[in-house]
């Protein structure tokens, strides 16, 4: 398995669609199984007013340290002229929103890759079999 397959959910992929329906996708990478989530609230920035936001998360479920899941956020932004649902995202913030989405997916997949190094080197029989000729 070297890349990342849905394992359920709708095969929905536009973050504002999933934030409107409420669902929740799970994604394996390497065996490793993550919670993918984007959910709607007003922004937090007060020096702009009216906004909403878009929050996208993914965490590991499975596959992992439970003590130390894999986790990653981003948030995407509509502020100010009125901007109050997710609808009213304009092609810039849609743009910007499935920009997060690739980057939460891809730190999590390096994450991944990343632990499975450190386990191999950490191995001493994997590091005696990289080292012979």
């Not at 359920?8 to 989530?37: C, M, T, V």
Request: proline share 5%; with cysteine.
């Amino acid at each position: 398995m070297s890349a990342w397959e849905q394992v359920a959910g709708s095969k929905e992929n536009d973050p504002i669609r999933l934030a409107e329906s409420g669902e929740k996708q799970q994604w394996s990478f390497h065996g490793r199984i993550f919670d993918f989530e984007c959910r709607s609230a007003p922004h937090k920035y007060q020096l702009i007013p009216n906004g909403v936001q878009l929050e996208m998360s993914i965490v590991e479920s499975s596959g992992g340290d439970p003590a130390k899941p894999i986790q990653c956020a981003e948030v995407a932004i509509q502020a100010g002229d009125g901007a109050e649902l997710l609808s009213d995202f304009d092609a810039f913030a849609r743009i910007n929103a499935e920009a997060k989405v690739r980057d939460i997916f891809a730190y999590a997949g390096k994450m991944v890759l990343a632990l499975e190094e450190l386990e191999r080197l950490a191995d001493p029989d994997a590091a005696a079999v990289d080292t012979k000729p």
